[in-house]
C-alpha cells in the first residue's frame, strides 16, 4: 500500500513515483537523511511527534527539579542533578534533530509556550514526596525507555540518531529510581508507605504514557508504514506490565490495580480500564500541573532572555570587530 | 545564535565523528556547550565544531550520477585479480 492521497506544501498531491521510491527505501530499512526528499506529511508527523518529545523532556526537568534542593543525601542529590541535566540534553538532542527537518528552534518553543504544542501528559502531575522520585525514574522514564528502544530505529536518520544515545542514559535513569524504591521500601514502615503511596498515584499516570488504545489512535497505520512507529501503544503498554509486575513484587509493593492477574492463556498479565476521561483531560490542560509547568517554562524563558540578548550582541560585535 | 555542528573524536587513534549540533554566539560557546552536551560520560578526548553555514555537502538528488561512476570500476578491488591456488593470498 503506497500512501495516496498525500499532499505536498503546497497542497497539490504527492508526485506518485517519488512516494513509490520512498516507500521502498523505508520498507529495505534505509534511513531518510534530511536533504533527502520525503513526502511534506512525513515531515509534518515527524515535526510533531520530534517536537513533542523534546518538549517532554525539557517539562519533564520540573516535576524531578521540584526535589533537587532537598534530597535526602548529597549523593542523591548528585545523582537527581545528574538525571535531570540529563533530560535537558535529551531536550537539545531531539530539538536539533528536529530542525534538520526546516522548523526553528524559536517556533517550537513558542509553540511550547503557547499551549499548541503538547509534551507528556505524565509530567502534569505533582511530586509531592521524595518517593516520587522513585517512581518517576522507575516507572515513567522505564515507560519512557519502552517507547524509546524501538524509536532507534526509527526511519528518520537524525532522530533515530538521538534516541540512541538518549537509550545509553535511560537506563541509569530507570535504575537510580528503583533504587530510590527499594531503600524506601526496605527502610521504615513510614518509607515503606511513601513507596506505597508513589506507586499508587504514578501506576495509572505511567500507563497512559503510551497513548491512546490502538483502536483509538489516529496517528498509528501511517507511521508504522513510515517505520516512525514500529509496535503499537497496546502492545508497548502490555510489555511495559509484564516486565513492571515483578520488579513491584520484589520489593513487596502492590500494583494498584484489582483486576492485574497473570493470564496463563496469554502469556501476558490482564490489567483493569484506563480511565481515559482523565488521560484527555489533561492532555487537554487540565490536568493538575498543566498550568504551574507552563507557567515555570514562561519563567525560565523570560528570565533567560538576557542572556540570549548578551550573546546576540556578542556575536555582533565580534563581526564588527573582525 | 548560529548553528554548530558537533564533532567528537572518542579517542586517540580514532577519527572524530559527527554527534549533533548546537546553537552558540560564536565557537568558543560552541565548544563550551559541545562539552556539556555531548561529553557527560566521557564519549571524547577531542571536539570541533563547525559553522553549519561553512559546511558544502554534495547534492542527495545527484546520488547517482555523482557516485555512480565507481559501481563499475570492479578492477580497482584486490578480488577482481583471481591468484593461483599455489599463492593463494596476497
Ligand atoms: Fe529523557
Ligand atoms: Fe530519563
Known sequence: MYSQGLQDAKGGPEPEGLLKAFQKRIDNEEKIEPRDWMPEAYRKTLIRQMSQHAHSEIVGQLPEGNWITRAPTLKRKMILLAKVQDEAGHGLYIYSATETLGITREEMTRQLLSGEAKYSSIFNYPTPSWADMGAIGWLVDGAAIMNQVPLCRASYGPYARSMIRICKEESFHQRQGYDIMTTLARGSNAQKKMAQDALNRFWWPALMMFGPSDKDSKHSVQSMQWKIKRFSNDDLRQKFVDVTVPQAEHLGLTIPDEDLKWNEERGHYDFGEIDWDEFINVIKGNGPCNKERLRARQKAHDEGEWVRKAAEVYQQNQRDAA | ?90
Open chain 2, 1 to 90: 545564535m548560529k548553528l554548530y555542528e558537533i564533532f567528537i573524536r572518542p579517542k586517540s587513534g580514532l577519527n572524530h565523528r559527527h554527534v549533533g549540533s548546537l546553537h552558540a554566539a560564536d565557537a568558543r560557546m560552541a565548544l563550551q556547550n559541545a562539552r556539556d552536551v555531548y561529553t557527560r560520560r566521557e564519549e571524547g578526548v577531542s571536539i570541533w565544531v563547525v559553522e553549519a553555514a561553512h559546511i558544502t555537502a554534495s547534492n542527495p538528488e545527484q546520488s547517482e550520477p555523482w557516485f555512480d561512476p565507481a559501481a563499475d570500476k570492479i578492477y580497482r578491488h584486490p578480488t577482481f585479480y583471481p591468484l593461483d591456488k599455489e599463492v593463494d593470498n596476497m
